[in-house]
């Protein structure tokens, strides 16, 4: 039995089987296919153009696919218009009606439906509730913040109570503080109600705070879906590596137990990347808060890159540097309470073991490494 089979009947279920979209010769989403759960937070992530909104927008029902098929909760919804799914979307821009109130806008979706007055009143409470806006009712959208803005207009979506909570960038316009507040609120809501929320955005960090699973997604396909943790610890290719969290990549020769960079430093890796045969272009990574840096010469190239230090920023409990090598310069995280002490221009060594190394084939190097730019002709 396929997987899709398996959903059929499930309230909250989300299948996406080929689907491609074009928009003239562009192909916005190609053959993607997507099984999200009942109950579950999946994000869609990825760069501007990657295909994640057009993903969302043929979900809630305003793009169609060119091919392929979407089912939710089991029903086939090709043709089918956005007011006759059992879908709800929220956008970066909240659109609230601003002659209204608060109560109002809310009510206004089941107003159309022609729902009675009286389970009007009911569900425009409860909605309210769930996002603690019942006592600013009566208020008007411009007399409030964007954050309490924001909760109206997820109230407005769960007022009809969907089986799918389609969310576009909903945070985008908040300030970074009310922005984490309103991550934080809205995991719990989720959880509190229980319904599938697929949320659009392309900051990795709400990504990773608020899902369940991460679709991240690249050239209208998927890259790598999987929980938070493992697109961070074990990233399937370079792209998602270097867009999950920072990375320093060095370009170099895959070996029989990791990579040789080009400037001589061997990369020995717990896991080489298995698609690389030896002897074939490829990257390595390290992550910033994978180095240790030491000032006692370690004696050997093996998992070792000497420099000094260029910068020094700090971030709270955290310090950055920059440490100066030979081919580039090495982004370096340390907790302020491990940190050693050190100026700029001290000479240091970036030491890191097999398990802090990725490895990966060189085919997305242009991705991840700021190429030098061609000397313009004289």
Not at 69 to 75: A, D, E, H, L, V
Not at 209 to 237: C, F, K, N, W
Not at 318 to 323: C, G, H, K, R, S
Request: hydrophobic share 40%; charged share 20%.
């Amino acid at each position: 039995m396929a997987v899709g089979d398996e959903l059929a009947g499930e309230r909250g279920s989300v299948e996406l089987q080929g689907v491609t979209k074009r928009f003239g010769s562009m192909v916005a989403v190609d053959k993607l296919n997507l099984v999200v759960q009942p109950g579950e937070f999946l994000s869609l992530l990825g760069p501007s153009g990657c295909g994640k909104t057009t993903t969302l927008r043929m979900l809630a029902g305003f793009e169609q696919p060119d091919e392929g098929f979407i089912r939710i909760s089991g029903q086939y919804v090709q043709g089918i218009p956005p007011y006759k799914r059992d879908v709800n979307t929220v956008f970066q821009a909240y659109a609230l009606f601003p002659h209204m109130t608060v109560s109002e806008n809310v009510a206004y979706g089941l107003r159309q439906k022609g729902v009675s007055k009286a389970e009007m009143a009911t569900r425009v409470s409860e909605a309210l509730d769930m996002v603690k806006m019942s006592k600013l009712a009566e208020r008007k959208p411009k007399q409030m913040s964007g954050g309490q803005q924001q909760r109206v207009a997820v109230a407005r979506a769960l007022v009809n109570r969907p089986s799918v909570l389609l969310l576009d960038e909903p945070l985008g316009a908040l300030d970074r503080k009310l922005r984490e507040e309103m991550q934080i609120e809205l995991k719990l809501l989720q959880s509190q109600l229980g319904i599938t929320f697929i949320f659009v955005t392309h900051d990795q960090e709400e990504a990773m705070s608020m899902s369940d699973r991460i679709a991240i997604m690249l050239d209208g396909h998927i890259e790598q879906l999987a929980d938070p943790e493992t697109v961070y610890e074990r990233p399937s290719s370079a792209f998602v590596a270097g867009f999950i969290g920072r990375n320093n990549f060095w370009r170099g020769v895959a070996t029989a137990d990791g990579v040789r960079a080009d400037d001589g430093t061997l990369f020995i890796a717990s896991m080489p990347d298995e698609h690389v045969a030896p002897g074939q272009p490829a990257l390595a990574a390290v992550r910033p808060e994978n180095f240790q840096l030491v000032t006692d010469d370690p004696g050997t190239s093996r998992n070792s890159i000497p420099g000094s230090i260029a910068s020094v920023a700090h971030f709270g409990d955290t310090l950055q540097y920059v440490v100066r090598t030979s081919s580039r310069d090495v982004l370096v995280l340390t907790p302020r309470a491990n940190a050693p002490r050190l100026s700029l221009g001290d000479d240091v060594w970036c030491t890191f073991t097999p398990a802090d190394v990725y490895s990966f084939s060189a085919a997305q190097a242009s991705l991840v490494l700021a190429e030098p730019a061609e000397e313009a002709n004289a």
